[in-house]
């Protein structure tokens, strides 16, 4: 697991991450804390993003300076609990575009259903990041992977805020090219298929939704 599998150790993504996880932090709380930990994470998956050279004029001098090379990124936020972590990722590279894939699990089946896929045009081209805060079953994850590859994407990485073993496992059997980051790998998921221990429902502790 440790191949394309980065947890973000940094101090005040592992704090904050602790405060997030206390049941009674508020819902504005859990929010910003999200907002925060999302600009964060998304310094560490962009960290080797390719460079190029561009002459720019100083107040003093001439110089070739370091710019983001190629096609814009491009951000895709897995609904509805995704777009928790798009904001503060967006507030790092506002001109990154934004894609949005929305899956429900069939309740039948527990197999993940899209209901929702809009992507920004030239994906081929870009770096995909997808975002999803809790990598459980994985299934709607490399659901949204696979969807994203049909689509044309070649180059893309999933963030998520939490991980369960389980979740990682069955990503990376059907999606081992895909680099994973993350703030914390927990022990397990329960018979509910929560994470443990977790956070709870991370679109609900969003929204107040419960
Ligand atoms: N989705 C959540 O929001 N929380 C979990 O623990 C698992 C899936």
Do not use: W
């Amino acid at each position: 697991m440790t191949e394309n599998f980065t947890i973000v150790d940094h101090p005040l993504v592992q704090h904050k991450l602790t405060l997030m996880r206390r049941k009674d932090t508020p819902t504005a709380v859990f929010r910003q804390l999200l907002r925060e930990i999302s600009t964060l994470l998304a310094y560490e998956v962009m960290r080797d993003l390719s460079l190029t050279e561009r002459e720019i004029e100083t107040p003093l001098a001439t110089m070739k300076a370091p710019v983001l090379a190629g096609k814009k990124l491009c951000l895709v936020s897995i609904l509805r609990a995704g777009n928790g972590l798009l904001e503060g990722m967006l507030d790092l590279v506002p001109s990154a575009r934004v894609g949005h894939i929305g899956l429900y699990r069939d309740p039948e089946t527990l197999r993940p259903v899209e209901y929702y896929f809009k992507v920004p045009h030239g994906i081929e081209g870009r770096m995909v990041i997808a975002v999803d805060p809790m990598l459980a079953t994985g299934n709607s994850s490399a659901a949204a992977i696979d969807r994203l590859k049909k689509a044309g994407a070649n180059q893309i990485r999933l963030v998520c805020l939490l991980a369960a073993p389980e979740g990682v496992a069955n990503f990376q059997e059907v999606h081992p090219d895909v680099p994973i980051f993350t703030a914390s790998l927990d022990s397990h998921l329960n018979e509910r298929g929560y994470i443990v221990p977790g956070l709870g429902d991370a679109g609900d502790r969003m929204y107040g939704t419960k």
